[in-house]
């Protein structure tokens, strides 16, 4: 069955401190891959996709099938970067049918 | 732009009573996902409308049905309320078959109370 794990629930970590937000996903197909991130009091949206390639705001995020990870990444944290991330998996079929992960909420402190 | 917008914001329903849920989904948009998003978990996938049908539906019963107008604005109905169906309800809108699978806009949520 599909599932997508955020094993952290909360990160902590300095203003210009490297941060690191892990996603495991379990798929048996051709997995695509979804950060997604609600800034407080605003509306759930989209961060970055794997298949683009880009980088958002500064974070980053590869693919890794063969641990089957979508780790976001940032080197430099900056304050306003804190925030609720999910990672989410597409299934195929309906464009809405999206498994998210439980989230990680990331604090950064000045 | 106009983005999504989801009314009513909040809401205290009983056990067993039904409520209707509304979205109206950003301009361009023709296709309305619903999510259920309960106390400290990832948003869950409950159906999606398109061309004011459900094409897809992830593992909810019956007693979760919606709708989907010809403005494309949507409802999500629950009959028979259950204290486990307490929970924020979001809406997001998509390009449908123009758009990329996965890629939604997000209204606020509803949050529903069950006592």
């Known amino acids: 069955a599909q599932r997508v794990t955020q094993p952290e629930k909360l990160l902590s970590v300095f203003k210009g401190a490297p941060v690191e937000l892990k996603c495991n996903y379990s798929?048996?197909?051709?997995?695509?891959l979804f950060w997604y991130v609600q800034y407080s009091r605003q509306r759930l949206q989209l961060l970055l996709r794997?298949?683009s390639r880009e980088s958002i705001k500064g974070f980053t995020a590869d693919l890794n099938k063969g641990e089957t990870s979508f780790h976001l990444k940032k080197p430099f944290a900056q304050e306003e970067d804190s925030a609720m991330y999910y990672c989410a998996l597409y299934y195929g079929g309906s464009q809405g049918n999206l498994i998210f992960g439980k989230g990680t909420k990331l604090s950064v402190k000045p | 732009e106009t983005g999504v917008t989801q009314s009513p914001t909040h809401l205290i329903k009983t056990r067993g009573q039904q409520v209707t849920l509304r979205c109206s989904s950003q301009?361009?948009?023709?296709?309305v996902s619903w999510y259920q998003q309960a106390l400290g978990q990832g948003p869950q996938f409950i159906f999606q409308?398109?061309?004011?049908?459900?094409?897809g539906r992830g593992n909810f019963p019956p007693r979760f049905s919606g709708l989907q107008f010809p403005n494309y604005s949507s409802e999500l109905n629950v009959n028979a309320l259950e204290l486990d169906d307490s929970a924020l309800y979001l809406c997001?809108?998509?390009?449908?078959?123009?758009?990329?699978?996965?890629?939604?806009?997000f209204g606020e949520g509803s949050r529903l109370t069950v006592l």
């Open positions: 409308y398109y061309r004011e049908e459900e094409n």
């Open positions: 301009s361009g948009h023709n296709t």
């Open positions: 997001a809108s998509s390009f449908g078959v123009a758009g990329t699978p996965g890629e939604l806009f």
């Open positions: 794997h298949i």
């Open positions: 798929y048996s197909g051709s997995p695509e």
